[in-house]
């Protein structure tokens, strides 16, 4: 079965965005109106993937300049392995390239083994770390890429 393709998020997604968002990342979730802003803000760009009714997936960068800020990536756990969040992170590649960025930088726990596996097999690398970054305490590992893919040879 062909994984459905990301389209653009509006601000009738903000309730779906916001359930999943503090679904997923409960204390560090975030609050209806920090969707609409990461939704429709000034710099953002953002995606939602779909399952019937349902989006199932999300994406949100904020560009400005010549890098683009992944500010998240997830999909619902039934979800998970279907490449819907390389899907996401395609187009987020794509949009951050066309907006004059060379380079994604983004923060993930260091706790979530799942995240840096997927950052890890998308080409992204470790540049620094933050301590005790998130509520729960853990770390946060800051991982670049470019956003064009290095050339071969
Ligand atoms: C990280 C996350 C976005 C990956 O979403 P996904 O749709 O399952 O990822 P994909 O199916 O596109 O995975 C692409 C590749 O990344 C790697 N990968 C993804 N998740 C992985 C995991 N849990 N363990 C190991 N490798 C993983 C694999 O190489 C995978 O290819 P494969 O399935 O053919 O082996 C998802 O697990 C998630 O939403 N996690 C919670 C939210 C989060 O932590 N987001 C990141 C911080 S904002």
């Known amino acids: 079965m062909t994984a459905p393709a990301p389209r653009p998020a509006t601000a009738d997604d903000v309730a779906a965005v916001a359930e999943l968002d503090r679904h997923l990342f409960g204390p560090d979730g975030w609050t209806d109106g920090q969707v609409a802003e990461e939704l ?5 760009a ?3 993937v779909e399952a019937g009714p349902a989006v199932v997936g999300y994406a949100v960068t904020r560009t400005v300049g010549d890098v683009s800020d992944l500010q998240r990536i997830a999909v619902r756990p039934d979800h ?3 490449g819907l969040a390389h899907a996401l992170l395609a187009v ?3 949009r951050a390239a066309a907006d004059g960025a060379g380079r994604v930088l983004l923060e ?3 706790d979530n ?3 840096l596996a ?3 097999a998308e080409g992204f690398a470790e540049i620094d770390r933050r301590r005790r970054y998130y509520r729960d305490g853990s770390d946060a590992v800051v991982l670049a890429r470019d956003t064009a893919p290095p050339l071969l040879g």
Not at 40 to 44: I, K, V
């Open 113 to 115: 083994d799942g995240a």
């Open 46 to 48: 953002a995606w939602v």
């Open 80 to 82: 998970r392995r279907a």
């Open 118 to 120: 997927f950052y890890g």
């Open 108 to 110: 993930v726990s260091a």
């Open 92 to 94: 987020a590649l794509s």
């Open 40 to 44: 429709t803000g000034p710099h953002r």
